[in-house]
């Protein structure tokens, strides 16, 4: 059974650091693009981040550049988003997400979807 959990989720003060994990397994990891999602009540699902492989390109959402940070351990079948200089409006659900070989803007492209891990970012 394919499976991504995420988790790593918590409340932080704004400032704060939170690292995210995604845990994957049922499907080959090493050839699939890792994307990171966010999503906030009532508004859209929105791209954070992706990374295509250890050695392959990474991709972030401006609103995040310099603050976070992705990276993949294929032993561990896991990748991870570490968020540094927490701000409020990065309050949302994370989702984790897999895609077949290239990470895309659009999240409709990506096949295998987490549950969620909720942020919350105090002021």
């Known amino acids: 059974e394919v499976q991504l959990v995420e988790s790593g989720g918590g409340l932080v003060q704004a400032g704060g650091s939170l690292r995210l994990s995604c845990a994957a397994s049922?499907?080959?990891?090493?050839?699939?693009?890792i994307g990171w999602f966010r999503q906030a009540p009532g508004k859209e699902r929105e791209g954070v981040s992706c990374i295509v492989s250890s050695d392959g390109s990474t991709y972030y959402a401006d609103s995040v550049k310099g603050r976070f940070t992705i990276s993949r351990d294929n032993a561990k079948n896991t990748v991870y988003l570490q968020m540094n200089s927490l701000k409020p409006e990065d309050t949302a659900v994370y989702y984790c997400?897999?895609?077949?070989?290239?990470?895309?803007?659009?999240?409709?492209?990506?096949?295998?979807w987490g549950q969620g891990t909720r942020v919350t970012v105090s002021s």
């Open positions: 997400a897999a895609a077949a070989y290239m990470c895309s803007y659009y999240y409709t492209q990506y096949d295998y």
């Open positions: 049922g499907f080959t990891f090493d050839d699939s693009a």
